[in-house]
């Protein structure tokens, strides 16, 4: 009976997770010893291998000689890249929520809020050179402001709204963290209102658990 792959879905990813793991606690490994360590046929592994490879998670090279080569081709193994090696965040996550709580402890809650807006200060300078000639209209501003967090890695998005205007953050680099200091989120929040020269009202965050971190920038009433 022919063996037939499973459709790719919530297991595969799982699965998946579990070959760049292993990779990254090996340093590099062949299909044949990921089949081994895994317990799964060198086939499956393949297809995930193959799809870590077109994503550029990994690499794959010929295995340095270990003695004499025998007949046959190298074996050809995998390593992770630095792309891949950022698929793993919980260890710097957990290191920098457990500094934080440290700090917290030593000097209290005013000295987190402190960091956070030291943190965020180097971002707000690199965005307002950026935004430089996005003029003075909020909206306008706002939508420069998303390309400049964009290549930041915020993947942001600016549209205007029938109340004023709205902008949108697809991915947060300290959510986790943030989940447990709310402070991260209130200076970045802060930024965004410098940076755009309008209150602004924070309406979602990924750290709160929404999927989208949505600010909302109000109309600019005219005096």
């Not at 793993?88 to 457990?98: G, K, N």
């Not at 300290?174 to 410098?194: D, G, M």
Request: charged share 25%; proline share 5%; aromatic share 4%.
């Amino acid at each position: 009976m022919k063996y037939v792959e499973p459709a790719v879905g919530p297991t595969d990813e799982k699965t998946r997770d579990r070959v760049g793991r292993l990779l990254l606690e090996e340093g590099a490994a062949t299909t044949a010893e990921l089949s081994e360590r895994l317990g799964l046929t060198p086939a499956a592994v393949r297809r995930h291998l193959d799809a870590m490879l077109a994503e550029g998670h990994i690499v794959s090279r010929e295995r340095p000689g270990r003695g004499p080569r025998g007949r046959g081709r190298p074996a050809k193994e995998f390593v992770l890249t630095d792309v891949g090696r950022q698929t793993f965040p919980h260890m710097y996550d957990d290191l920098a929520a457990e500094v934080l709580r440290f700090l917290a402890r030593l000097h209290g809650e005013d000295a987190v809020a402190t960091f956070a807006a030291e943190r965020v200060r180097v971002l707000e300078e690199r965005c307002r050179s950026a935004m430089a000639g996005a003029g003075d209209d909020p909206l306008a501003r706002a939508e420069a402001l998303a390309d400049a967090l964009s290549a930041e890695g915020y993947a942001a998005s600016a549209s205007a709204l029938a109340g004023g205007g709205q902008l949108c953050q697809h991915h947060c680099p300290v959510a986790q963290v943030a989940a447990e200091f709310p402070q991260l989120c209130e200076a970045e929040t802060a930024v965004i209102s410098r940076l755009l020269g309008s209150h602004v009202q924070r309406l979602a965050t990924i750290a709160h658990g929404d999927g989208v971190c949505t600010t909302h920038i109000p109309v600019r009433k005219a005096v």
